[in-house]
């Protein structure tokens, strides 16, 4: 049916185009239509008279001819759609492993996060152990040991004494030592 109306409509446009030589007739026929009142029934009657004398002004070759080029086009149209639902299949699809991909990613990204925040977990119990033993030593042996110790972890130490002891340790160590430690303690309370 769609194939026989598109069939029909390339026919009546085929027609008009090639009817140079009766436009003259063709402009005093419209120009008597429009001066005459139809009923719908009429003009659609008047519409398929005219439409078969066009039709049978053709050669059955020409129709032919417009017949297969016809055919041709709606196996190309089909063709179309068919490569265009193969594409948004395709995409249906690459759109799933991309959400599916991205909450692999949350899941790794929260997952390396929480060590993060574990291993910060552990080192400040670490350091609040080492706070617990650097309080029940002598100011002298303290000094000793934190002289020694990596500065961060040093300064993180001394942070979490209280200030007397602080006071006392600083001044057990040598003058190079504590004033870096100082500095870097100063900067660290800010």
């Known amino acids: 049916m769609r194939s026989l109306l598109i069939l029909s409509l390339f026919l009546n446009l085929s027609i ?5 030589a009766e436009k003259k007739d063709e402009k005093a026929k419209a120009f ?6 139809y009923t719908e029934k009429e003009l659609q009657e008047a519409v ?7 039709i049978e002004r053709f050669r059955p ?3 032919v001819d417009f017949s297969k080029e016809l055919l041709q086009r709606e196996k190309s149209l089909t063709l179309k759609e ?3 639902k193969k594409r948004e299949e395709q995409l249906a699809l690459s759109e799933r492993d991309l959400s599916s991909k991205i909450v692999e990613f949350q899941k790794s990204q929260n997952k390396f996060l929480s060590c993060i925040d574990k291993n910060d977990q552990e080192k400040k119990k670490r350091i609040n152990h080492m706070v617990d033993v650097m309080s029940g030593m002598r100011p002298q042996n303290a000094a000793d040991v934190l002289s020694v110790q990596d500065s961060e972890i040093a300064v993180r130490i001394l ?12 001044n057990s160590m040598k003058k190079e030592i504590s004033a870096r430690l100082q500095k870097q303690f100063m900067n660290m309370k800010k």
Do not use: G, H, M
């Open 159 to 170: 942070e979490e004494l209280p200030p007397e002891k602080v006071s006392k340790i600083f």
């Open 16 to 20: 008009w185009a090639q009817a140079d």
């Open 61 to 63: 070759r020409s129709a």
């Open 48 to 54: 398929y008279k005219a439409l078969e004398e066009k």
């Open 32 to 37: 008597e239509l429009k001066e005459k009142t």
């Open 82 to 84: 068919l490569n265009i």
